[in-house]
């Protein structure tokens, strides 16, 4: 085996998702795989990831993928460039040469991106330990409908309506995951506004979450997240669900709900709740959070 690893180039595409769909997933088509390499949010400086090629007889064969989603990002007053990780895989008969730990030190040698890891296998946690990848979140804060009467919060659903009312950071954010299977919802009071993205899907005994994956404005979230609950949720067994990092308190009144497999991370400029699970795999494979 002569094995090479490099930047994965739009000529490896076909590759990437044949190796896959016949390896990794088969019951993921080619065609879902594809979705990956599609966003536009990046072309600037793209990075889809990194490849494992054998030189074989027959010519190079991809045979190993760790997955990357480019985007850039407004935190604060600085544009940030996040990497999303997504599938990594390795055939059977490549492991055990230190080739993973290759891909992955080489997938996070720039100092200047924040690198994300939302849905890690929970067999690779203690491994991704060693990495130099820090742990982003291990718990989830669920908030119910009880019937608590609020004033001074309305909250938008049509997705024309929030484009008229948001800022030009919230209005990127909306037009880049446009035809994605997220739920955009503008909370708004008489003073400002958090453009949230939402995740629907029904999971452990048929509880469907309402899963935010972004926020545009950590104070008002923190501040009104009961009350958005209350405001967007129908009756019926149902939650509002967002990782412990993004509300800046002990979320009054929330159930705590461990994380499968903990998010990990690794950045030296942004801080965890500026980590959000937008511009990820989980909304271009339209994956279920764990």
Same mark, same amino acid.
């Given at each position: 085996m002569t094995v090479t690893l490099r930047r994965v180039r739009p000529g490896d595409i076909d590759g990437v998702c044949s190796l896959l769909h016949t390896y990794m997933n088969p019951d993921f088509p080619v065609e879902r795989w594809q979705k990956l390499?599609?966003?536009?949010?990046?072309?600037? $400086?793209?990075?889809?990831?990194?490849v494992a090629v054998d030189?074989?007889?027959?010519?190079?064969?991809?045979?190993?993928?760790?997955?990357?989603?480019?985007?850039h990002r407004t935190v604060g007053t600085r544009q940030e460039r996040f990497v999303n990780f997504s599938s990594w895989y390795l055939r059977k008969e490549y492991r055990g040469q230190g080739l993973g730990r290759k891909m992955l030190e080489m997938a996070t040698s720039q100092p200047e991106t924040t690198y994300v890891v939302c849905s890690l296998s929970p067999k690779r946690v203690e491994?991704?330990?060693?990495?130099?990848?820090?742990?982003l979140d291990t718990e989830?804060?669920?908030w119910r409908?009880?019937?608590h009467l609020f004033d001074n919060l309305e909250l938008i659903h049509d997705p024309e309506t929030i484009a008229r009312y948001a800022n030009p950071d919230e209005l990127?954010?909306?037009?880049?995951?446009?035809?994605? $299977?997220?739920?955009?919802?503008?909370?708004?009071?008489?003073?400002?506004?958090?453009?949230m993205l939402l995740s629907l899907?029904?999971?452990d005994e048929g509880r469907l979450y309402y899963d935010v994956l972004y926020r545009s404005n950590p104070g008002l979230f923190t501040d009104r997240v009961r009350d958005i609950a209350e405001a967007l949720l129908p009756e019926g067994n149902?939650?509002? =669900? =967002?990782?412990?990092?993004?509300?800046? $308190?002990?979320?009054?009144? =929330?159930?705590?709900?461990?994380?499968?497999?903990?998010?990990?991370?690794k950045t030296g400029r942004v801080r965890p709740r500026n980590v959000d699970l937008a511009y990820s795999e989980i909304v271009l494979l339209d994956l279920k959070l764990d």
């Open positions: 390499f599609e966003p536009t949010w990046c072309v600037d $400086n793209p990075d889809m990831g990194i030189k074989t007889k027959n010519g190079q064969e991809i045979v190993g993928f760790h997955g990357h989603v480019c985007s491994y991704f330990k060693t990495l130099g990848m820090d742990v989830r804060l669920l409908k009880d019937g990127t954010v909306l037009e880049d995951h446009k035809g994605l $299977n997220v739920t955009p919802v503008l909370a708004s009071t008489r003073c400002t506004q958090c453009l899907a029904k999971k149902c939650v509002l =669900a =967002a990782d412990r990092r993004f509300v800046e $308190n002990d979320g009054p009144g =929330a159930e705590v709900e461990q994380i499968k497999s903990p998010r990990f991370y």
